[in-house]
């Protein structure tokens, strides 16, 4: 059954914990739950780091935990190193029923750095790729054997960035890795959204509907801005926002047509002192029902 969720950091940034600093938890999680009625929300640096105490909070406000991004250092590190760095995260996702671990390698990821251009993000060769995803597959293995879904996350500023780099990771991994397919990190990195859902969707187990402001991407590009530049500079916004250049209407009939049962989130981080959460995701989230009735996927 689909269901609709948010993430935090429309309200409150986790790459640059400044943005939003001054919006209290409280509002966060009464806003998303009961004022603009999501069915859940994923991680941020606000809940607690005890999965019971996570289940508790959000469950004052009517929401689930989705899951939350886990950050990988395979080019660094061993995978059963990895595997025994991730045992708290993973007990969170369990102690919350989440059927899916959000992963992106950060061992060299330059997103999270203000002053680095995107541009001038970390590449591998073709044979430390291969590498690369002979370990991520390794580790995807043994989340499958804890019954948790690993969800490779194309991102921004990292080695899988571009549709070539998602296209080589899929097809260098599998069956135990799968894909969270992410619109405006699609369109950011270089790729055709509706391309790249057709080329991939039956690996797709997780779905971010971020939306791309053409017009400042762009100038993230021209005028060699970083990540979180490019963030408060606008880059990012919602599903139904006439300045958004991602058409979801597509995205969701391929969703639809395949029988697509995950979550469906809005992960779009904006300056929230210019862009009203409650506005912008309450328009998501109205678009995005809209166009899943249409499209037949609810």
């Given amino acids: 059954m689909i269901q609709f969720g948010t993430n935090p950091i429309a309200w409150a940034n986790d790459d640059d914990q ?31 780091d ?26 660094v590190r061993s995978v059963e190193d990895e595997i025994a760095n991730c045992q708290h995260h993973l007990a969170k996702l369990k102690a919350n029923d989440c059927k899916v671990m959000i992963v992106c390698e950060t061992s060299n990821a ?18 430390e790729l291969k590498d690369f995803c002979a370990k991520i597959e390794a580790f995807a293995a043994y989340l499958a054997g804890e019954g948790m ?53 039956g690996r797709v187990r997780h779905f971010h509907a971020k939306n791309i402001r053409p017009a400042i991407t762009a100038k993230v590009r021209s005028e060699g801005w970083s990540f979180l ?22 995205l969701l009939q391929i969703l639809a047509d395949h029988s697509y049962d995950g979550w469906i989130v809005i992960e779009a981080e904006q300056n929230p002192d210019e862009r009203n959460p ?6 998501g989230l109205h678009t995005l029902k809209r166009i899943a009735k249409e499209t037949g996927l609810i």
């Fill in 18 to 48: 400044t943005i939003g600093a001054n919006i209290p938890t409280d509002r966060i999680l009464h806003e998303a739950g009961r004022l603009i009625g999501f069915d859940g929300i994923e991680n941020g640096h606000r809940w607690p």
């Fill in 50 to 75: 005890d999965g019971a105490e996570i289940k508790a909070l959000l469950g004052g406000y009517g929401l689930k935990f989705i899951s939350g991004w886990y950050s990988t250092e395979l080019l």
């Fill in 110 to 127: 330059i997103h999270g750095d203000v002053g680095k251009p995107v541009n001038e993000r970390p590449t591998l060769s073709d044979a």
């Fill in 149 to 201: 879904t690993l969800v490779y996350h194309h991102h921004m500023g990292t080695i899988i960035e571009s549709p070539e780099e998602i296209d080589a990771l899929m097809e260098n991994t599998g069956p135990h890795l799968h894909l969270l397919f992410d619109a405006g990190h699609c369109a950011f990195g270089g790729g055709d959204p509706v391309k790249v859902l057709t080329k991939h969707v």
């Fill in 229 to 250: 530049q490019g963030v408060v500079g606008g880059a990012f916004t919602v599903p139904g926002d006439q300045e958004g250049g991602v058409d979801f209407q597509p």
């Fill in 278 to 283: 409650l506005l912008y995701q309450t328009l």
